[in-house]
């Protein structure tokens, strides 16, 4: 019986128990008074009996038989009927009876009143706690419902009542955390559209007026060319930004599914690097392969491949003419290591803990390529199927990025 466990219903039933026994106890004395009150009536009456007896000259013996005789005759029950003693004879007519009564009606009454206050007062008291409760509980309900999650339902016992209590903290837990993540949801959400709005600021005003540069001279031909392609790269740059956007996004929110499969190393980086490599001969740069490409690793190509790649883009953007970057590989039983290292310009002290951020860029790097979402999209990426992503850097001495994932479902 769980009902047992709360510890009010178990002093109520204390309590019972011992009115219970109570009143069994102020039974038993009463029966003992009215025993006692009846045997004083009853030689009472025998000696009134004996006396009367006496004086008429009644012998001992026959007195002493008479009273000590237990048996009932007709013949006596026709003499009490003739004196006015039957069962319809009224109480009063019975003075032993009218004081028998008088002697223990005033007791009886008293232990009855007795038992009836102590039981009102123990129930009295049992549901006051109980209405306190309930009171407790309504008002943390309330504040639940308010938003205000910072009392708790009452669960210092156990028993049915505050099972369902902690059942309702759960709830509000469980509901506190929704709003929570709402909450987040909303501010990254604002935030998110205050970034791309603010990002596709310059590429659109770019556009405008590149739009009326070639508006006013659409007979210069080479004018009409120049700002065509600034307005291609323009809209390129606004291309990629909602589009790495949107994949954080993505990410961040929980929409993205990943497909871990068992890919050999080398397919990894010849797909991540497919698109890079031509850029990378225009650009007279290299970008060199080394380890065991022959092994295999835990995670989803299409956005692994997409990861890595941004991390090469990130090198490109930031290695000199003539410069490299190699891509090598190593594992553990359990854990597979891609190391993109290259030979540029590095990253200072001041901005090595900034470079995942959204949109960040160095006073260094002002001059070079991308929107500063790449690295960003990358962690997301990694770390989005359970693996991680560091870096290493020195001030002119070249950057390496590692990226660890599991060799094992």
């Known amino acids: 019986m769980s009902f047992w466990n709360d510890r009010q219903i178990r002093r109520y039933w204390y309590f019972v128990f011992c009115f219970v026994l109570l009143l069994f106890l102020l039974g038993a004395g009463i029966v003992v008074i009215q025993t006692n009150a009846a045997q004083k009536l009853i030689l009472s009456h025998d000696n009134a009996i004996i006396t009367s007896l006496m004086d008429q000259g009644i012998s001992e013996d026959v007195i002493a038989t008479a009273i000590a005789n ?64 309930y009171q407790q509980a309504e008002n943390t309900i309330s504040d639940f419902i308010e938003g205000n999650y910072s009392r708790h339902m009452p669960q210092s016992n156990e028993g049915t009542i505050f099972q369902l209590f902690a059942s309702i903290d759960q709830l509000s837990t469980m509901l506190q955390a929704k709003n929570e993540t709402e909450r987040k949801s909303k501010e990254f959400l604002k935030g998110t559209i205050s970034d791309i709005s603010h990002q ?16 006013g001279e659409p007979d210069n031909a080479d004018t009409v060319k120049e700002f065509s392609t600034k307005m291609n790269v323009s809209l390129k740059r606004m291309e990629q930004l909602i589009s790495s956007m949107l994949k954080i996004t993505r ?17 990894l980086i010849l797909r991540a690097v497919s698109e890079l490599t031509i850029r990378a001969k225009n650009e007279k740069k290299e970008i060199l392969m080394n380890g065991p490409m022959e092994d295999t690793i835990i995670c989803d190509m299409e956005w692994t491949s997409e990861a890595i790649g941004n991390i090469v883009k990130n090198a490109l953007d930031h290695t000199s003419a003539g410069g490299k970057i190699w891509i090598s590989y190593d594992r553990s039983p359990y854990m597979a290591r891609i190391m993109i290292t290259d030979n540029g310009h590095g990253i200072s002290a001041e901005d090595i803990h900034h470079i995942f951020k959204r949109f960040y860029r160095s006073k260094n790097s002002l001059d070079t390529q991308g929107v500063g979402l790449g690295l960003p ?22 950057t390496t990025f590692i990226i660890s994932l599991l060799t094992k479902l």
Do not use: C
């Open 70 to 133: 237990t048996e009932s005759s007709e013949n006596g029950a026709n003499f009490l009927s003739k004196i006015g003693r039957t069962d319809q004879t009224a109480t009063v007519l019975f003075p032993l009876v009218s004081q028998f009564q008088r002697t223990v009606e005033f007791p009886m009454l008293m232990a009855g009143a007795v038992l009836a206050i102590v039981l009102i007062a123990g129930t009295f008291l049992f549901f006051w706690k109980r209405e306190h409760l």
């Open 200 to 215: 596709l600021k310059t590429p659109l005003s770019a556009l405008a007026m590149y739009q009326e540069i070639i508006e």
């Open 251 to 267: 990410l961040d929110v929980g929409n993205i599914i990943f497909e871990k499969e068992s890919y050999q190393i080398s397919e």
């Open 377 to 398: 999209l990358a962690k997301s990426i990694i770390e989005g199927q359970g693996g991680t992503i560091s870096v290493q850097s020195n001030l002119n001495e070249g």
